[in-house]
């Protein structure tokens, strides 16, 4: 499961990526306050083991139709399973919210004897005719309705809805949108159109039968066996998946789709579109084989599944799910050419690859053990980077992780590993993901590539179709390395929390001291033991150290005949920890310009930009670092640049050059973002216009906000040549420019825009929109509240949270206006104008009251 997040400006909304290939560059800070990770996660909650298990699943056949106008799925399903151990006389299967209209023991092929049950909406008790023995097989036959709709809905950050199965436009009345069906089954959602043992240390073959109308198409698990016509309507597609998996991971989509067909080796790999998109599908899945080959090899371990195949769906509820060799997407993925030279997600295509090993092949036995699948798909994009893209450029995503990981951990410190939480769905946060790859990066360093890998060969091959915990990966890391790992997994896989640590570099007397210093709460956690580098530098050559800290303060001598140009603690950032480096500018200089690995020249650049207004020589390595090989540290250098009124057109003028002809969009978008934000923008308007025509979207988008900056009236001009754009950068653009505007002739552009939005634009969409209705009438207001709350008629919780967010800052901005009126009430001594202010003060009230009670109605459909 794919999961990431994004904020825009007060409303938090789910991004279908944390990455992207080619992507705008984050801050990259990597000193923290040395207090931040001392909050900690109550554990007064109940312990969370393992499901326990009374029976094995070992087949499930499933025969399902759909009636779309009662969004009803109509299914029959045999369950084949035994006892686990101890005998049993009763089976309890998950089953939410159906109607059961038969359940019955199967006798033989055509022989069923009906069987006593109860059933309470989410659990179905069956009395069985007998006491089973553990190596009795059993098959049970049930009859039933599954009704996604009249569940009440859960859901989390990763997974924002929990009802299983999606109707999607299903009476056609939306005529932007696709009729499709899919199903999303983490965490325990697919006993919502199945009924199952839903628990992730399950596992089973199974077949599903799927009567679908002529004119779609559908995927599932596995193999299509064969397409049999029913009517002169309908066909049934007969999947099977002849290899054990979790019942989290069975999947069904069905809808109007282009399939585009692919191959690794002799394995189908196939790409289910929308058919206006079936001219991209292998520009935006095309990578896939080389993919699947790449992670075969590196693991020692080939792809385990008969195909594989990726579908984009219209509404997902979150970014992608890694089901058993069909991963299916948001609508996000799909892009054309243009689009794509700005982003072409291939970090999401490889985590969800790499999960039909670690997630799928070997999966968690609870929901506490997660991180075994989400670290390591987090990790698959990793390595998929460094492989395609290079070393630098793999650290430059995870630099990202990093920040996303701290970020959360100033609020939330909890284990890796975790056996105590409210909710499962809590276990899909940046530690599970991002901290976690984090993790398994700094194992790879402390054991090496050689080590690590071969222990991922043998973690799979012990472990393929079964459930693990964290334990089984140490053993086969273990075994392969011949050392005790106990200690690592202690520190990162079951603690919480990260080193703090100072560091500080002295040379004295022929020798080097390096003086590191634990810095976090001792006594609340842990003193850790830390394999790392240190490398000291003397101009081009480099003597480097291989060291463990051991102590919450030590200091590390070495002999040195002379007093080095730089000394660095583990200079590749391997160790996930926050740091303070007591390193001077000159140090920092050094780094930059000798340093080999991207995090190290970033912190440089960080620190340098610190001290830019007293130090023209760390500025001009700034300046210098407009030119960088690497695109991300340019766009880094653009952003923190200080370029006072006076004296910065010679800097300008190499930023104008970058934005008119850089290679890669990312630089272009952050040249044209500092034009624009800079004090000599109107000497731009020539450029801002022509750049609104680049070949990227997100440059051509920001360089219309530019424009809007540079000269707010031919801003306006070029907006309207663009209002029937679709792409999101530019339709942004467009929504931030009339927002700013008091005219409302534009109330049509954004009706419309949001009625046609799809996917994450119709977020900033929304926030655009509340702008502008803050600046118009009570009669459009009234309305455009009307309209906002139509937008919350959603499965999506983020899209219902924008729409709330929106009428929020609808309701902030007039309790504003109406404080305003009634001071202005007071003191106002033409009669006229107390009327005129009274009556404002009364429309305000309205508003207010109107938009609070659009909120109240969300959130009682929410309940």
Known sequence: MLHRFVVFVGLVVFAASCHTSKKAVNSGKVEQDLETVEIAVSRDNDYRGSAPKDFDLVHTKLEVKFDYTTQHLLGKATITLKPHFYAQKELVLDAKEFDIHEVSLVNGENSREALRYTYDSLKLKIQLNKEYLRDELLKVYIDYTAKPNERKSGGSAAINDDKGLYFINPTGKDSSKPIQIWTQGETESNSCWFPTIDKPNQRCTDEIYITRLKKYVSLSNGTLISSVSVNDSLVTDYWRMGLPHAPYLFMMAVGDFAIIKDRWRDIPVDYYVEKDYAPYAKQIFGKTPEMIEFFSQKLGFDYPWPKYSQVVVRDYVSGAMENTSSTLHGEFMQRNSRELLDNNFEEVISHELFHQWFGDLVTTESWSNVPLNESFATYGEYMWNEYKYGREYADYEQNDDYRKYIDEAKDKNVDLIRFHYDDREDMFDRHSYEKGGLILHYLRKVVGDEAFFKSLELYLKNNQFKSVEVHNLRLAFEEVTGQDLNWFFNEWFLNSGHPVMDIKYTYDNDSIYVAVEQKHNIEKGLVYQLPFKINAWYGKSVKTYDVTLKKKSQIFAFKSDSKPDLVDFDPEYTVPCARKDNKTTDNYIFEYRNGPYYKGKLEALRKLAEVQKQNPAAKDVLVEALGDKFFALRSYAITKLDLPKEGSDSILGIILNLAKTDKESSVRKSAVDKLGKSSSASKYTAFLETAVGDSSYEVAGAALKALDEADSKKAMLVAKQFETEKNGNIVSAVADIYSKEGDSGYQNFFETKLRKATGFSKYTLMLYYANFLTRMDKAMVLNGIKTL??????????????????????????????????????????????????EKVTDYDLIVGEANDAIQRINKKGE
């Not at 504003?816 to 009274?838: C, F, G, I």
Request: hydrophobic letters at 30%; charged letters at 35%.
């Open 789 to 838: 709350e139509e937008q919350s008629n959603t499965d999506n919780h983020f899209i219902i949270g924008a729409a709330k967010g929106a009428l929020k800052r609808i309701t902030k901005s007039f309790e504003e206006k109406k404080k305003k009126a009634q001071s202005d009430l007071l003191n106002e001594p033409s009669q006229t104008a107390k009327l005129d202010l009274q």
